[in-house]
Every structure is written in C-alpha cells, then in structure tokens.
RNA sequence: GAUCUCGUAGCUCAGCUGGUAGAGCAAUACACUUUUAAUGUAUGGGCCCUGGGUUCGAGUCCCAGCGGGAUCACCA
C-alpha cells in the first residue's frame, strides 16, 4: 500500500503511528496557549525573559544532544535551541532522542516554552524546556535555504505550483506574505480615508438581471425559481448611483467584478475595483480627492509616497500632473483632434499604421490613438482629462465643448489606474447616450453597455450632481508592491482546473485476490487496470510478471499460473 | 486566439550528434551539547507530463494532446 506515496510521506505517515504508540497525539485538540510571537521575542527581547510560542518548525539541525531549529509563526521566525538536559531533565529521553530527533519534521506544527537568550554567534534564541507537537505535517514542504548574507537557494519559484498551492508558497516565500499583508493595508487605508470624510460603505448586488456599468462580456448564470438569466456583475456603477438618488452624500464599494474575457498577467476573470459617488462635487474635486487619498494611502501602507516598481520610483505625492486628451494626443502624435470628423480620425489612424475598422466609432478611435500613442508615456502619477463623448456613456459633457466630457483617468507606469466623471444626471441624455450604445452595438461593437431603464428612471426621480471614482485595486496593489502580474497580488488567481492524476487503482487488484506484494508491480509490469488483465491471456500475464520479477530482482514470491488463471476468474 | 519556450527525484536543476537515469538540498541511519545554507560517513528514492510515430534501441528525434511561462492580439 502506500505505492502512491512518496518516501518522505510514507516516513511521516509512520511517525504518526510511532508517535500515537508513545501516547503523544499529533493532532492535539485543546488550545495553546502562547504569550509571544517569534518577531515580538525579538523586538522585546530580554535575556532569561521566558515566552510560550507556537509555530512551524522550519529547519532543523541535530547536533547530538542538542538540537537548533527555526520555528516560524505569522510574525516571522525565531531560533530554538533545544538540549535533551533541559528538554529531559530526568532519566526518561524519549521526547528529545525519539520524538525531536526522528519524529519532528521540518513544517511540523509545535508549541513550545523556554527562556530567551543569545548565542555565542549572537542570535536571539529559545533555550527550550517545553516542547509539544501541535499538528503533524505529512507531506514535505519545498525546502527554500537562505544564506549569511541573505541569498535564497532552491528557491519555491514555479509560478504554475505557487499559485495552484498558494498555502505553500505563503509558508516558504517571505515575500509573498509581506505582498499580502500589504494589500490589506493599502484597502484599509482607503476605507479609513472614505470614512473619515463621512461616506458610506456599502453591499450591492453581485448577481445582476442587466449586467450594467460597464461594457465587457459577462457571465452568466440562470435563477431557476424566476426562470432568468442573471449575470455576476461587471459593475457596480449603477447600483451606487441609485444610492446617491436615494439621497446619500457619499457611498462606496469594493466591489469585486466578473468579466468573462481573457486571462492574462493583468487580466483575471473576477477582479476588485474600489468604487466611490461623491454627491454636489465634479470631477476637479475628485482629482484633489483622488490624489490626497492615494498619498494617505502610500504613507499608510508603505511610509512614504516614492514607490520603487521594477526601475522606476514612482512619486505619489500630491499634486499630480494634469493633461487633457486633446493635449496628451498633440503632444505624442502631434494631431489636434478638436473639430475633426469621424472620417479624418479614421483616415489618421490609418495614417499611423493603426488597424482600424468600420465598427469603431469616434470615441473608440481616439481612444485607439492615445492607447498607441500616449497611455505607455506617462509613468509619473497624471490625470488625462476631458475624453470624448463617445467614449464614455455615463458622463456629463465637458461645462464648456459638449463634444467632450468631464472624465479623467488616472495613468501610472504607463496603465490605467483610475477612472472618474462628473456623473451624468441628465435623464434624457442619459437615455439618448444609451440608445447611440445600442447603435454600437448594432455596428458590431460588443462591448457597447446595454439599457438599464431602472437605472434611467432613478436619474429621472433626480440625481444630484455627482462626482464618481473607480481605482483597479489588484492595479494598485500590483504597482505598490513592485509586482508585474496581477496573479501574484491575488491569493487565489484563476487557472485551468487541475486533471485528475488518476493513478492505477491498486485496491481492485487486491480485491480479485493479487498478494498485497505484487500490486505495487502490476501497473509497472504494463497491467494498468483490471481490464488490461482481462484482455491479456493468463499465461502471457504469468510469464510476463515473472520477468518483470527477474529483471527488477524483486525478493518477493513468483506468480503461479493457477493465480493468475484464480484472479481472471475474479474479475468475471 | 497566434508564435516561441518549458515539463526529469519532495524542491532547484544537469543530462552532448539517440546507447544501462545524475547532482545539490530534503529524507533514512550513525556520530556530534551554541549550530545557523551546520558538518562527516553511509543508504534509499524516478509512469523522465500523456498518447502515437521513427529506430535494434527514445528522457533525447518527429506528430498530436494536456499543463505552465514569455511575447503579441484582445481587454470602453
């Protein structure tokens, strides 16, 4: 049995067992109680100081009669020293010779008691006089090695297995814990900035009738008691601005949104945008808004606003610089898109060796222009203001060129981070950009936002004006911890589903009679299944066992063909 | 979706123009009471991703598939 083990599983498996026979359970109920953690012991450190704490042990190093070893907790790691005098004060050894030096695995869960002290090299140590097992760990952790001067050896990196087995690599990689615990501390600093200005955190519904606010292909699912299709939300957009319709001053959301599009290393198919609706601003004051929130944001959760990503130091502190669309697309390509027709834009897109077709409208080719030409330019912190009309369905026309809007993004690193309007209260116009979608729609556009007529009757009960902003969060968190690929700021990022390794089933040879000896060999012998044995004749499966038995020296009894003839009759 | 590339021991990786599967770490055993990538000696551990093909012979060459990664396209 076993056969599908490794060496190392079946070890630990058998230390379970060894470890039950000496009356020690490796999955203990009842609580530890512990009074420090490994990084506090540090910090706090105070020579003879004694301290209860419980962890994974991470490395072990048996030296005779005393044994070093790191024991590792959320905080980070601590060295014990344990000796089998102080450990075994009495003539009874077990627990050190048996249980700490052969029982004890590296990842294993122990809670220990001892008393801080610095070795003559000069590390904060635990003289350990308690040690218990807290739970058995039966399967081996990847063994990462750091050196004196901090250069990791075998290092845990295959991207497929860390992200597929996300509890080991947040066990062996320092670094992927930090990036986690930053991100909590980047979203708990906004949430804290939002509700010191008074606003609102709220729930709306992730399961949707009219995947709406956005335009991006959704998934969707049936409600069988109303027998309807809905749709996990693309957006929570609309949601908020009913809320602000119903009289709230600011509401906001981490809203996590589903898009069934492509995956890739800024793509996942649910993703998180934090979503805020200011109402009786525009979106000047949100930009002010948007920029003292993400330097709060910065000092939070990294102490300072210069952000090093890859080469760069990004500066997030306010203010940050601002350009129109207009602007930004003379400054790159030196074309002025005011007053141009549809046609022009299409023609200089062409020009510039952009592929262009009948489907997109003007909106889209502008958008198309700055995408190429402009967006990857801006690594500073900047605001790009003032987009077309078409491009954006859900915002107020610009106060002064009704071609234009009154929207901003916000670049960083050459992406967008940001997105904001002065919100579209207007009804009628609200109703009427919906309608050109649709034409969009009908001229092939996919992405074209469908009709909410709810959402147009809110605005027709009275929105007041209002200023929204949405920030990708996995985005941010990405570019604030120096990450390039949203898997790595995302505990769980979707993969294709594992195939079942389906082994061969050794327990159907047992059950038609094959000596527990020869099933680990029958699937290396080349029988795989029952039915490989079925379809064999008895004598070739004889003579063919008894050869694999010679080749491999196996020291175990050979097979008669009346066994062989007994199992095939077994199987029928 | 396209192109390139990778898949070998628990982990990190060698393996040449095809010829009996390798190293370090981890594991097991022994020694060692202040080590820290502990050390020394010994031992065990492989469906070489899967399925076809070429060949006397395939980890290696060819084809297909599965799963990664990179680049590109797509993603208001």
């Known amino acids: 049995m076993n056969a599908h083990l490794s060496p190392e599983e079946i070890v630990r498996r058998e230390a379970l067992q060894r470890l039950r026979g000496l009356g020690i359970d490796p999955f203990p109920a009842a609580e530890f109680v512990t009074n420090q953690s490994a990084q506090g012991s540090k910090d706090q450190y105070q020579e003879g100081l004694e301290v209860t704490l419980a962890g994974r042990i991470m490395n072990q190093r048996v030296m005779g009669k005393a044994t070093f070893a790191d024991l590792q907790d959320s905080s980070g790691k601590i060295q014990l020293y344990l000796n089998v005098d102080e450990i075994c004060p009495g003539e009874d050894k077990t627990l050190y010779n048996d249980v700490i030096k052969h029982l004890v695995h590296f990842g294993d869960y122990i809670g220990i008691t001892g008393k801080l002290f610095t070795t003559k090299m000069g590390e904060i140590s635990v003289k350990v006089s308690h040690f218990q097992i807290l739970a058995k760990s039966i399967k081996p952790l990847p063994v990462v090695k750091k050196d004196a001067d901090g250069n990791i050896f075998d290092a845990f990196t295959d991207p497929e297995s860390r992200y597929r087995m996300r509890y080991v690599d947040l066990v062996v990689n320092d670094h992927v814990k930090k990036t986690f615990y930053t991100r909590t501390k980047i979203v708990n600093a906004m949430r804290q900035f939002f509700n010191d200005h008074g606003y609102l955190e709220v729930d709306t519904p992730v399961l949707q009738n009219i995947p709406g606010g956005a335009a991006a292909r959704p998934f969707i699912t049936h409600h069988n008691a109303l027998d309807i299709p809905m749709y996990l939300r693309i957006a929570n957009e609309l949601y908020l601005k009913r809320l602000i319709v119903g009289g709230f001053d600011g509401v906001y959301e981490f809203s996590r949104n589903f898009r069934n599009e492509g995956m890739d290393r800024t793509h996942n198919p649910e993703f998180t945008v934090m979503e805020i609706y200011v109402a009786f601003k525009d979106y000047n004051w949100m930009m002010t808004f948007t920029e003292n929130m ?33 602007q930004s697309i003379i400054d790159f390509t030196g074309f002025d898109i005011t007053g141009k027709t549809e046609k022009e834009i299409f023609e200089f897109c062409k020009s510039i060796g952009l592929e262009v077709n009948e489907s997109m409208g003007k909106g889209k080719l502008i958008d198309e222009i700055f995408g190429a030409k402009c967006e990857k330019n801006y690594i500073q912190p900047t605001f790009i203001t003032d987009y077309p009309v078409e491009m954006s369905p859900l915002c107020k026309r610009h106060r002064e060129n009704p071609e234009l809007t009154e929207r901003f993004e916000l670049m960083v690193n050459g992406k967008e981070i940001a997105n904001a309007y002065s919100e579209l209260n207007d009804p009628i116009d609200q109703l009427e ?32 004006p209002t200023s ?76 063919q066992l008894n050869g694999y038995r010679k080749k491999n020296k196996l020291e175990i009894p050979t097979i008669q063909l009346s066994d062989v003839e007994s199992w095939v009759a077994a199987i029928n």
Not at 298 to 315: D, I, P, R, S
Not at 439 to 458: Q, T
């Open 468 to 543: 929204g902003m949405g920030i990708g969060v996995d985005r941010l968190v990405m570019l604030l911890t120096n990450n390039d690929t949203i898997q790595e700021v995302l505990f769980f990022p979707q993969m294709r589903p594992e195939k079942p390794v389906h082994g061969p089933d050794l327990s159907s040879f047992r059950n038609i009679g094959v000596m527990d000896e020869w099933v680990e060999h029958l699937p290396k012998a080349g029988f795989i299944d029952l039915d490989s044995l079925k379809n064999a004749k008895p004598t070739a499966i004889h003579q």
């Open 294 to 326: 993400l330097g709060h944001v910065c000092h939070q959760a990294l102490g300072t606003t210069e952000v090093q990503h890859g080469e760069k130091v990004l500066n997030f502190t306010p203010p940050f610089k601002r350009v129109t669309m207009t």
């Open 433 to 464: 950009r919906f309608e050109e979608q649709m034409k969009l729609m009908e001229r092939g556009d996919d992405e074209a936002m469908f009709i909410d007529h709810d959402f147009i009757r809110s605005l027709e009960y009275g929105m007041p």
